[in-house]
């Protein structure tokens, strides 16, 4: 006789047998002790079965009468042998040998998830501190303030009690080592995660997958998006909306990247909806001006002029910014839209835009977004001339911060005006 606990597919198999998922914490707990030699021959109690997963609903003495009832149901399939018990309501083990046993992932991820399933006793006040940190480093996130986010978050916190505030607090760093350019210490948190096998664990980690994605967006695109559409599968297969939300946004924006504006629309405008539902006001900011993205390369490959759409979407973006107070950190709505304002020949609304972006990068200071609001204004200055900046000069800023921002087609697209526009002032 074979027992599998496999917790990434959610389900308990005894040979050919599945059991109802709600067993798979029970049998989780009891392949543990049976696999640990200091507790292999002990019994696991109704009490202890009764802080686990959706067993913690249930007072031990309805835990005792449904294993007592399942072990009835055991007998009939001839897997009697299968459990072993200290009065039927009271105390179980498994009886097979422990060589029998199967983890999938691996024992360790599943006594993880165990762990992140267990209630704790409450007797500890130091979780309080662990606590006002993390609340802190989200709202210094939200506020644009990444590097003090990172600094509330320097020590770990204490998981013994809770062990899902560590998966909060592994994306709250993540989402800052990106906003901060810290690849490294992304990557290690990507590492840790990618794996984990507990739900809290698991939305954790496709949402740093999507930041690492997201990160890699200028690298092989195509290669990039079918690794996320095998995990988008997965996240929809297991309801996990929230970290689909992410993934289907960054599966939007390299479908951009890779030339598909129309399918990119299509993640884009799912992003939206998932992103509303589940909160996440800082990713649907984006996820309205990625939208805004692709309605106007949509109408570019068409021949057909920018609409008002586009810019009904950049407003929506402005304005879950403006209430929520989040993306305030970054000028890349206001500088696209002066561009798009430029492309219509509209300079009351481009130099509007532009002035709205200058003031963000003047309290931001992000390397890539002065990159992208000095080549727009070197080529609003140059359409429509004013006297008021030096379209060459902004353009050498702009390459030089594209070159630190590692941002290959910017920096191809700044170099061409940039001889362009030297070439015509050599004529003159």
Same mark, same amino acid.
């Given at each position: 006789m074979r027992l599998v606990v496999d917790v990434e597919a959610g389900r308990v198999l005894v040979d050919s047998v599945e059991f109802p998922k709600q067993w798979l914490d029970f049998y989780a707990i009891l392949a543990l002790s049976r696999t640990d030699e200091a507790t292999s021959a002990s019994f696991v109690s109704a009490d202890t079965v009764s802080r686990i997963g959706p067993w913690q609903h249930k007072a031990p003495a309805s835990v005792g009468k449904e294993v007592a009832r399942h072990l009835v149901r055991l007998d009939e399939q001839s897997l009697g042998k299968l459990l072993g018990s200290r009065g039927k309501t009271r105390t179980w083990r498994l009886t097979i040998p422990a060589k029998s046993i199967r983890f999938v992932p691996g024992r360790e991820e599943v006594a993880r998830w165990v762990e992140s399933r267990s209630l704790r006793a409450r007797d500890e006040h130091a979780w309080v501190g662990d606590l006002r940190r993390l609340v802190e480093a989200t709202l210094s996130l939200y506020e644009g303030d990444a590097e003090r986010a990172l600094s509330h978050l320097e020590q770990p916190v204490d998981a013994?009690?809770?062990?899902?505030?560590?998966?909060?607090?592994?994306?709250?760093?993540?989402?800052? @080592? $990106?906003?901060?350019?810290?690849?490294?210490?992304? %990557?290690?948190?990507?590492?840790?995660?990618?794996?984990?096998?507990?739900?809290?664990?698991?939305?954790?980690?496709?949402?740093?997958?999507?930041?690492? %994605? =997201?990160?890699?967006?200028?690298?092989?695109?195509?290669?990039?998006?079918?690794? =996320? %559409?095998?995990?988008?599968?997965?996240?929809?297969?297991?309801?996990?909306?929230?970290?689909?939300? %992410?993934?289907?946004?960054?599966?939007?924006?390299?479908?951009?990247?890779?030339?598909?504006?129309?399918? @990119?629309?299509? $993640?884009?405008?799912?992003?939206?909806?998932?992103?509303?539902?589940?909160?996440?006001?800082?990713?649907?900011?984006?996820?309205?001006?990625? =939208?805004?993205? #692709?309605?106007?390369?949509?109408?570019? +490959?068409?021949?057909?002029? +920018?609409?008002?759409?586009?810019?009904?979407?950049?407003?929506?973006?402005?304005?879950? #910014?403006?209430?929520?107070?989040?993306? +305030?950190?970054?000028?890349?709505?206001?500088?696209?839209?002066?561009?798009?304002?430029?492309?219509?020949?509209?300079?009351?609304?481009?130099?509007?835009?532009?002035?709205?972006?200058?003031? +963000?990068?003047?309290?931001?200071?992000?390397?890539?977004? =002065?990159?992208?609001?000095?080549?727009?204004?070197?080529?609003i200055e140059h359409a429509f001339p004013d006297g008021t900046s030096d379209p060459i000069k902004d353009l050498r800023i702009a390459e030089k911060r594209f070159e630190e921002a590692g941002d290959r087609m910017a920096l191809a697209e700044t170099r061409r005006l940039l001889k362009a526009y030297l070439a015509e002032k050599k004529k003159r």
């Open positions: 013994s009690m809770e062990p899902a505030v560590e998966a909060w607090a592994a994306l709250t760093r993540g989402r800052a @080592a $990106y906003r901060c350019g810290e690849d490294e210490l992304l %990557s290690a948190l990507h590492e840790a995660w990618l794996r984990r096998a507990d739900g809290a664990g698991r939305t954790v980690g496709a949402k740093l997958k999507a930041l690492v %994605s =997201l990160r890699n967006r200028f690298e092989k695109p195509d290669s990039v998006l079918r690794s =996320l %559409s095998r995990l988008a599968a997965e996240l929809e297969l297991r309801g996990d909306t929230a970290a689909l939300g %992410s993934v289907v946004n960054v599966m939007g924006m390299l479908s951009r990247r890779a030339g598909d504006p129309e399918s @990119a629309m299509t $993640y884009h405008l799912r992003a939206v909806v998932l992103l509303g539902i589940t909160g996440d006001y800082p990713s649907l900011e984006g996820a309205l001006m990625n =939208l805004a993205n #692709c309605r106007r390369e949509s109408l570019q +490959i068409a021949n057909q002029p +920018i609409d008002e759409a586009v810019f009904t979407l950049v407003e929506l973006s402005r304005l879950v #910014c403006r209430r929520l107070g989040v993306g +305030i950190d970054s000028a890349q709505t206001e500088v696209a839209a002066a561009q798009w304002a430029l492309e219509a020949e509209d300079e009351q609304r481009a130099r509007y835009y532009l002035r709205e972006a200058e003031v +963000i990068v003047k309290r931001a200071g992000d390397t890539f977004d =002065l990159g992208c609001f000095h080549f727009a204004r070197a080529r």
